[in-house]
């Protein structure tokens, strides 16, 4: 992959053809993994092909932390290795469907980043090229919630030349010190 500096000596159209080809490169790679695999911030599900007929006890399924392996027992694994971020154990499940598919879905440690694979050895995706589904402000956690709340107001405060709500803040704590204080004189005070 080329370096930045050099994206930007080429021209728009070189541009969108180097993209074209990286975009058909990593797909290929992509294809080529014995598995299919989507992910969203917080999660990750992965499809594994298996023979027709198989069933659970037939396969050794082994999710932990950091490392995934998937296979029928007694062969050699299908996908097996060091899993490109850690994982919550706990909430990650897996099951086959239609005795020819083995449905993984791993719950991400880090809720807020993009997997450039799901094993480490594995070809890397563009993660800068990921575009997310739209998603709700009711999907997000509390905090988040609230930060992107006061994020939206601020803009909108400013796009209408009206204090944001940190300038909201400093005001109103300025006029409780100043009821607080009527001997003190801010005529001339210049406040920012």
Known sequence: MAGDEDTDMLS?????QRDKEEREREEAEQAALP??????LGELDITVP????????????????????VGLKGQEPIMSGEL????????????????QVVLIHLEKI??????????THHPKIDTRKIEPANSKLSDLDGETRG?????????????????????????EALRKFQSAHPELDFSNAKIS
């Open 12 to 16: 728009k159209e070189e541009r969108d």
């Open 50 to 69: 298996v023979p027709k007929g198989t069933r659970g006890k037939d396969l050794n399924v082994v999710i932990a932390k950091q490392k995934l392996t």
């Open 147 to 171: 930060m992107v709340e006061k994020m939206m107001f601020d803009n909108q405060q400013k796009q209408m030349g009206k204090p944001t709500s940190d300038e909201l803040k400093k005001m």
């Open 35 to 40: 598995y299919k695999w989507t992910q969203e």
């Open 84 to 99: 490109c971020k850690e994982i919550k154990v706990e909430d990650s499940t897996w099951t086959v469907q239609d005795q």
């Open 110 to 119: 880090n809720q807020q980043a993009w997997w450039e694979n799901v094993l």
